[in-house]
């Protein structure tokens, strides 16, 4: 029987061991020590940003970011709606209200129109949000120029959710780099992987001093354990931060191999008809974290859901794109704005589409049967 083909499996480049070794042999077994320093210096100088702080998770680094823009008890917080739910969730926990906001569908990601909308009934309404959080869909990057337009117009400061876009680029700078903190995360089917982690960047340096006192539980300068405000157990253990140097090393080939796994993906199913792929926006550099396509019902009569049970049938894991989150049960009666009066963007592509398997590993022959699978289902039937 063939492996199971995954949709991004982590990818190691050998030298994990390495670091790892080093962590051991010098006994730093805790969430502090070299490899933690190391790996915050070497992603920040890799993005280009002054600082960054190595936290537990992506969603811990969302969740500080708020934290120190100020974020609290009913305050508001646009975020895009398109996206998984760690996005979301550290709105949350701090006790404030997400409004969602909807695609556009040249990147997928938050929609301008939509963003101005929300601006303008948030104006009217006397209350406007603390925060916006960006996201970066599957490695490709939102339109920068004209979100960061509309919210500093409203001096509203952002995040950049770029949990799926490190070594993305927008117009030539690294993405993650846009909004006053950007956010990764290195969960274990992201293009980079420590298992499990994450990282805030800025330029800020104060503020990321103060992230790391709020991650290792906002303890007071004594020599007792004294603690004036409540704080986190977010910090990054120094042998996972090992892990991550060495990720950070090959970073650029996981990249290229994204999308070559991406061109041969256009190669082998691009003349199917009603089959699309996510687009790359000129002045873009997806790093193709997840191939995706999706499927118009007016000209092929297979279901997302049904091409994915046929790749399931040949052990192949493919997976329909995130389900928006004004959609999800638990949102229900958060405020969301769409793209236009007819077309809500976020629900076509969460109906259209599939995302098929990307991992860098993947090897050429196994590609090449995810492709037959897909040609099998998609051609027998129209
Ligand atoms: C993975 C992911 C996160 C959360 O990262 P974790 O490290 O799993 O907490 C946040 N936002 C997006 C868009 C993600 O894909």
Redesign the pocket.
């Given at each position: 029987m063939a492996d199971r083909i995954l949709l991004s499996a982590p990818h190691m480049s050998g030298n994990e061991q390495r670091y790892i070794n080093e962590a051991f042999e010098t006994n730093w077994i805790a969430p502090l020590g070299p490899n933690v320093n190391a790996f915050e210096e070497e992603l920040a100088s890799y993005v280009g940003m002054k600082g960054a702080a190595a936290l537990?998770?992506?969603?811990?680094?969302?969740h500080l970011a708020l934290e120190l823009i100020g974020v609290g008890k009913d305050d508001r917080v646009f975020c895009?709606s398109l996206?998984?739910i760690?996005?979301a969730n550290p709105i949350v926990y701090l006790g404030a209200e997400p409004v969602f906001i909807d695609s556009e569908p040249d990147t997928w990601n938050m929609s301008p129109n939509a963003l101005k909308r929300a601006f303008k009934d948030a104006e009217q309404e006397g209350r406007l949000p603390k925060a916006v959080i960006i996201?970066?869909?599957y490695g490709q990057s939102a339109k920068m120029d004209e979100l960061l337009e509309i919210c500093e117009q409203y001096d509203v400061t952002v995040v950049e959710?770029?949990?799926?876009s490190l070594g993305s680029e927008y117009k030539g700078k690294k993405s993650g780099t846009f909004g006053k903190y950007g956010?990764?995360?290195?969960?274990g089917?992201?293009i980079i992987t420590t298992s499990?982690?994450?990282m805030l960047v800025s330029d800020d340096l104060e503020a990321l001093e103060r992230a790391r006192f709020l991650a290792t539980q906002a303890r007071d300068q004594a020599k007792h354990y004294q603690h004036s405000v409540t704080g986190y157990n977010y910090r990054l253990s120094n042998i996972l931060a090992g892990v991550g140097r060495a990720q950070l090393e090959v970073l650029d080939d996981r990249v290229k191999e994204k999308r070559e796994i991406f061109n041969r993906y256009v190669e082998g199913l691009g003349d199917i008809e009603g089959l699309e792929f996510m687009p790359e926006l000129e002045g873009t550099f997806s790093n193709r974290w997840l191939s995706v396509i999706t499927l118009d019902p007016e000209k092929n009569s297979v279901s997302p859901y049904e091409l994915i049970d046929a790749l399931e049938a040949e052990n192949i894991e493919a997976r329909p794109v995130?389900k928006p989150l004004h959609m999800q049960p638990v949102f229900e009666g958060n405020k969301f704005f769409v793209h236009s009066e007819n077309d809500t963007v976020s629900e076509r592509l969460f109906i259209t589409g599939v995302c098929l398997p990307s991992g860098s590993a993947m090897k050429e022959d196994e590609q090449a049967l995810v492709i037959s699978v897909i040609r099998k289902k998609l051609m027998g039937a129209t």
């Open positions: 537990s998770s992506g969603t811990a680094a969302i895009s996206t998984f760690a996005s996201v970066n869909l959710d770029a949990a799926e956010v990764y995360s290195f969960n089917n992201k499990g982690g994450g995130w």
